[in-house]
């Protein structure tokens, strides 16, 4: 580097000199500080000068400005005032817009966030919109279910229930899936209903299991319940089978009711059989506790209650057999499927045909008073049959004595007799024969008992009293033993019952012994009068066997002769007595 010269260092040195001497000189100020320094000394005299002159000049030009800009200078004086105060104003407006920033700032969040769930809104509006078609099938479910079930179309509504069902199982939280599955449960209930109702109706095996298996796939009850819907259905079908009966005919409702039941109630044990047929032990009873075994001794149980309830009822010895064959053929039938009660009938009937037989032979001696009571005593023609006539009957013949014609009392009490035999005869049990015969006996005590009442009671005249003795007679020696002689016909060998009881007529056979009137005549026994007292009522006849020892005993002339019973054939004594229609024949 060169080295510098020796005058240029002396002039640096000087003007280094010179600044420290003039200290209060700007930096501004130091051009115009050098070059006064350069001046000589008569030009520094006249620098005050020469300065003054330039500070004149320039006052002069300001001047001359400012008179020729004053308008300019008066609006800078005002825009600088004006200006003064706006920004004392943008001061104020800044301190309230420095108070209001936080509230923006919360305005600008919530705008943010009002603005995200719009966005969120306009995005689910845009999905559905895509999925519109989609959407309105479902919404549509309820509806086509409804319809569905109403139509029968049972596999496609539940179809849906199980499309609903598995919606709500991936979709739990979606409200319309949720509301979706509400309606879809209510009309499942519709549904249930329905079937429930086809199960209370007249269906075949085919269609039962159809509807179990709809039952089934709704799951709304388990296999236990599911049998017990199934025999309370098929119970309230034949309940109201049976409701639809007429129950003020005792016997057509009784053959209805067995009908019933020797059909249908075959089939709902079959039906369930084959429904629930997953107990391979074939025993119902280690699976479902016997329910089966219960229900259906329910129905006997009430099947029975209903037969001991209104055989009662029944006033035909005839209807009371119709019923017993069907109901024997019934519980036949029910024993292919293990509900053989033919041994519980016996007991029903046998009681249904005393009380029959108590109840016509009541009748016989009643209407027997009521025509005692009204007898004029007066004598009447003889009644009878040519005597070749009886040498051609058959010792089977059970044909009233013609002679009892001459006693109307006698001839009312033997049409009783004959009808309560009549309605006896089709359906006769052979346990009942010793009850039957003390029926019998009591009837005929009865009797007796009236006539000897009625001798006490009333006063007769001689002619009266003899008519008397003759109807006392005619009772010992005919009606007895005709008594026992149709007894017999229904039960071979039971005569002996009736004839062994002679103390029941003690008391008119010392009436008879006691009478001043002994030379009566004595009435002539016709030939099955005489069989009976010599061969004790043991004559052939033909006999039905019933299963369960209920035995029908009777005699085809019993049924065929009796039909020629006694009729009274004098008019004088029609207007004396004021039961005419006791003196007619007896309904075989």
Same mark, same amino acid.
């Given at each position: 580097m060169?080295?510098a010269?020796?005058e ?7 003007y280094?000199?010179m600044?420290?001497?003039?200290? $209060?000189?700007?930096? *501004? ?16 005299h ?9 500070a004149e ?9 400012a ?5 300019? =200078? ?7 005032? &004006?200006?003064?105060?706006?920004v004392?104003s943008?001061d104020k ?6 108070a209001?920033?936080?509230? $923006?700032?919360?305005? %600008?969040?919530?705008?943010?966030? /009002? *603005?995200?769930d719009i966005?969120?809104?306009r995005k ?14 479902l919404l ?11 139509n029968g179309?049972?596999d ?10 598995k919606?709500t199982?991936?979709?739990p939280?979606i409200?319309?899936i949720?509301?979706?599955?509400a ?6 209930? /519709? ?7 086809k199960?209370?109706?007249n269906?075949q095996?085919?269609? %039962? ?21 199934f025999?309370?259905?098929?119970e ?8 639809d009966?007429?129950?003020r ?18 089939d709902v044990?079959?039906?369930?059989? *084959? ?8 025993n119902?009873?280690?699976y479902?506790?016997?329910?089966l ?10 099947h ?10 029944i006033s ?10 069907? %109901?024997?053929?019934?519980a036949?039938?029910?024993g292919?499927v293990?509900?053989d =009660?033919? #041994?519980l009938?016996?007991?029903?009937f046998e009681?249904?045909v005393?009380?029959l037989?108590?109840?016509n ?6 209407n027997f008073?009521?025509?005692l ?6 004598p009447?023609?003889?009644?009878g049959?040519p005597?070749?006539s009886?040498? &051609?009957?058959s ?5 009233p ?15 009783g ?7 006896l005869?089709?359906? *006769? ?8 015969a003390?029926?019998?006996?009591? #009837? $005929?005590?009865a ?14 005249k ?11 007679q005619? =009772?010992?020696?005919v ?6 002689? %149709? =007894?017999?016909?229904?039960?071979p ?7 062994d009881?002679?103390n029941l007529?003690?008391g008119?056979?010392r009436?008879l012994?006691?009478?001043?009137a ?6 002539a026994?016709?030939?099955?009068t005489k ?11 033909s006999?039905n ?20 019973n006694i ?19 007896p309904?075989?």
């Amino acid at each position: 580097m060169a080295m510098a010269s020796p005058e240029h260092t002396a002039s640096s040195d000087a003007y280094t000199e010179m600044s420290n001497l003039l200290p $209060l000189a700007s930096a *501004a100020q130091q051009p115009y500080v050098s070059e006064l320094l350069s001046f000589t000394l008569d030009r520094l005299h006249k620098e005050p000068e020469l300065l003054k002159v330039d500070a004149e000049r320039i006052r002069r030009q300001m001047q001359e400005v400012a008179v020729g800009n004053y308008r300019a =200078f008066i609006a800078a004086a005002d825009a600088l005032l &004006e200006i003064r105060e706006e920004v004392s104003s943008i001061d104020k407006h800044l301190e309230s817009l420095i108070a209001e920033i936080p509230k $923006l700032t919360s305005g %600008c969040t919530e705008f943010v966030d /009002s *603005a995200e769930d719009i966005l969120e809104k306009r995005k689910m509006n845009q999905t559905l919109l895509a999925n519109h078609s989609t959407l309105l099938d479902l919404l549509e479910i309820p509806q086509l279910m409804e319809t569905c079930v109403r139509n029968g179309n049972y596999d496609e509504a539940l179809d849906l229930e199980a499309f609903v069902a598995k919606l709500t199982t991936m979709h739990p939280k979606i409200p319309v899936i949720q509301a979706l599955a509400a309606e879809v449960r209510q009309t499942t209930q /519709s549904l249930l209903f329905q079937l429930l109702q086809k199960l209370r109706s007249n269906i075949q095996l085919p269609e %039962c299991l159809r509807l179990i298996g709809y039952l089934r796939r709704i799951g709304v009850f388990s296999e236990y319940e599911m049998r017990l819907q199934f025999l309370r259905c098929r119970e309230a079908w034949l309940t109201g089978i049976l409701d639809d009966l007429d129950q003020r005919n005792p016997y057509e409702y009784l053959k209805g009711m067995v009908n019933c039941h020797r059909m249908h109630l075959f089939d709902v044990v079959n039906q369930y059989r *084959a429904i629930f047929a997953d107990d391979t032990s074939g025993n119902e009873e280690n699976y479902d506790g016997g329910l089966l075994f219960d229900w259906a001794m329910h129905q006997i149980t009430l099947h029975l209650k209903t037969l001991k309830l209104m055989l009662p009822s029944i006033s035909d010895g005839g209807s009371l057999s119709n019923i017993l064959d069907q %109901c024997m053929y019934c519980a036949m039938g029910l024993g292919w499927v293990g509900l053989d =009660f033919r #041994g519980l009938l016996p007991p029903l009937f046998e009681e249904a045909v005393l009380n029959l037989f108590s109840k016509n032979m009541t009748t016989a001696v009643e209407n027997f008073q009521l025509v005692l009571d009204s007898h004029r005593w007066v004598p009447l023609p003889s009644v009878g049959f040519p005597a070749n006539s009886f040498g &051609e009957e058959s010792q089977d013949d059970v044909t009233p004595p013609s002679n009892l014609m001459e006693h109307p009392p006698l001839a009312v009490f033997i049409n009783g007799v004959s009808a309560a035999m009549n309605e006896l005869r089709p359906c *006769a049990p052979i346990s009942l024969k010793n009850l039957i015969a003390q029926e019998l006996v009591k #009837g $005929l005590q009865a009797v007796s008992d009236s006539l000897l009442r009625y001798n006490t009671t009333r006063m007769l005249k001689t002619n009266e009293s003899v008519l008397f003795l003759k109807l006392c007679q005619a =009772f010992i020696e005919v009606v007895f033993p005709h008594s026992a002689t %149709c =007894f017999g016909r229904c039960y071979p060998g039971g005569a002996p019952l009736i004839t062994d009881a002679t103390n029941l007529f003690d008391g008119i056979g010392r009436l008879l012994a006691t009478s001043p009137a002994r030379e009566l005549p004595k009435p002539a026994l016709n030939v099955a009068t005489k069989n009976v007292l010599e061969n004790g009522g043991n004559q052939p006849v033909s006999e039905n066997g019933v299963p369960h020892n209920i035995e029908r005993t009777a005699s085809a002339n019993l049924e065929e002769k009796e039909q020629n019973n006694i009729t009274s054939p004098q008019k004088e004594e029609q207007k004396a007595t004021s039961e005419d229609d006791t003196k007619k024949s007896p309904v075989s």
